[in-house]
């Protein structure tokens, strides 16, 4: 979701990221009692509780975890080193928090928790796979359009096999859901909004 940064970090600061799941949960509580609602699917405007938030939904088969195994084991191992540390700090962010030797530490991609001064996260918490401020989104985008992409396409191709792994995940793949992920952090930046990202497996 996209979100205004300030009233999204003091919102986090009283209640973690419970101040999303429950409006979430009055929203729900609000269709069981079959109240109409001009709440749009998703954008602005899409929890009538946190004006400051647009919601927007990412469905992706594979999964991230399934994407962010692709990476690590299907190019990056390929990648020369000036190009892997260019992707590393970019592709990290689809990857759930799991141990690879090249993930950046969960906490300095939870900038909501960062700029709220809390000590600890508070419940709610396990889903977010990153919190982004504005300055964030756009120097991520900022890498993005610098990265060499035909290069690590033409790497990617090279080192091919015969057809996707068992779970189905190619560089087309992965491509794929790059672009779609860029086209959300994209709306924000135009915005000048921060970034928060929920798996829900």
Do not use: C, K
């Given at each position: 979701m996209a979100v205004d940064w300030d009233p999204a970090v003091a919102?986090?600061?009283?209640?973690?990221?419970?101040?999303?799941?429950?409006a979430c949960l009055a929203r729900t509580e609000r269709l069981v009692r079959g109240e109409t609602s001009a709440e749009p699917a998703e954008g602005p405007g899409s929890l009538r509780d946190l004006p400051f938030v647009a919601e927007y939904h990412l469905d992706f088969s594979?999964?991230?975890?399934?994407?962010?195994?692709?990476?690590?084991?299907?190019?990056?191992?390929?990648?020369?080193r000036e190009l892997r540390e260019a992707t590393d700090a970019l592709f990290t962010i689809l990857a759930l928090p799991s141990?690879?030797?090249?993930?950046?530490d969960y906490r300095d991609r939870h900038e909501l928790f960062l700029d709220?001064?809390?000590?600890d996260p508070l419940?709610?918490?396990?889903?977010v796979q990153y919190a982004l401020r504005p300055a964030s989104v756009h120097a991520l985008l900022v890498g993005f359009d610098a990265l060499?992409?035909?290069e690590v396409a033409r790497i990617?191709?090279?080192?091919?096999?015969?057809?996707?792994?068992?779970?189905?995940?190619?560089f087309e793949v992965f491509e794929m859901l790059i672009y779609h992920h860029?086209?959300?952090?994209?709306?924000?930046?135009?915005?000048?909004?921060?970034?928060?990202?929920?798996?829900?497996?």
């Open positions: 919102a986090y600061r009283a209640a973690g990221m419970n101040f999303y799941w429950n594979p999964s991230f975890v399934q994407i962010a195994d692709y990476y690590d084991e299907g190019l990056r191992p390929h990648l020369p141990g690879q030797d090249w993930e950046s709220s001064g809390r000590v419940d709610g918490e396990l889903p060499p992409w035909e990617a191709d090279q080192h091919a096999e015969s057809g996707p792994g068992p779970d189905g995940v190619d860029l086209a959300h952090l994209r709306t924000a930046a135009g915005a000048n909004q921060g970034v928060l990202l929920f798996v829900l497996v």
